[in-house]
């Protein structure tokens, strides 16, 4: 039998208290837009990305997007769309897309928060797993969106797999 669920309890609960308190001891330029949305500026290893989540209490779902800083130019849009399917394969959570209005390429990822089931470390997870597909995949982008590369020939520059220890 579920488990029901105070509506008091639920009008409260809000995941973005939740990333704004596990963000916020980074020093990272935090924008809480609304109850609902939150943007982020988070460093990266080639580039800041912007981070923004959204929070959809009819859904009880978190988007989530991590956005490149690049911009992708009209004529090689259909480019980066076979790179974007090629990486998605490989991905096992989220996947990356292209915000067609501005050209810009991100990862993106929703999940369900029921209140009684989510706390800090998924979306700390969530988080951390979307900042190292960007950092992962980024070269990726850069070879294609401006060096001029193909996809193949990008994602075999770009990704390298470690194999051992050192």
Not at 1 to 20: A, C, L, T
Not at 71 to 89: G, S
Not at 121 to 147: D, K, M, T
Request: aromatic share 12%.
């Amino acid at each position: 039998m579920p488990v029901s669920i105070s509506s008091h309890k639920r009008e409260r609960f809000n995941p973005i208290d939740q990333v704004e308190d596990i963000l916020s001891p980074n020093d990272w330029f935090l924008d809480r837009r609304s109850d609902k949305e939150m943007a982020v500026e988070v460093p990266g290893s080639w580039c800041d990305f912007g981070l923004f989540f959204s929070w959809s209490e009819n859904l009880n779902a978190l988007h989530f997007s991590c956005a490149l800083d690049m911009r992708v130019q009209p004529e090689i849009i259909t480019k980066v769309y076979e790179l974007v399917a090629k990486l998605n394969e490989r991905l096992w959570i989220g996947h990356f897309a292209v915000w067609i209005e501005e050209g810009i390429p991100m990862f993106r990822h929703t999940i369900n928060c029921n209140p009684d089931e989510i706390d800090s470390s998924h979306i700390r997870n969530l988080i951390n797993i979307a900042i190292r597909e960007c950092n992962q995949y980024y070269p990726a982008f850069q070879f294609v969106i401006w060096g001029g590369k193909t996809v193949d020939n990008a994602l075999s520059r770009s990704i390298i797999e470690t194999q051992g220890q050192a």
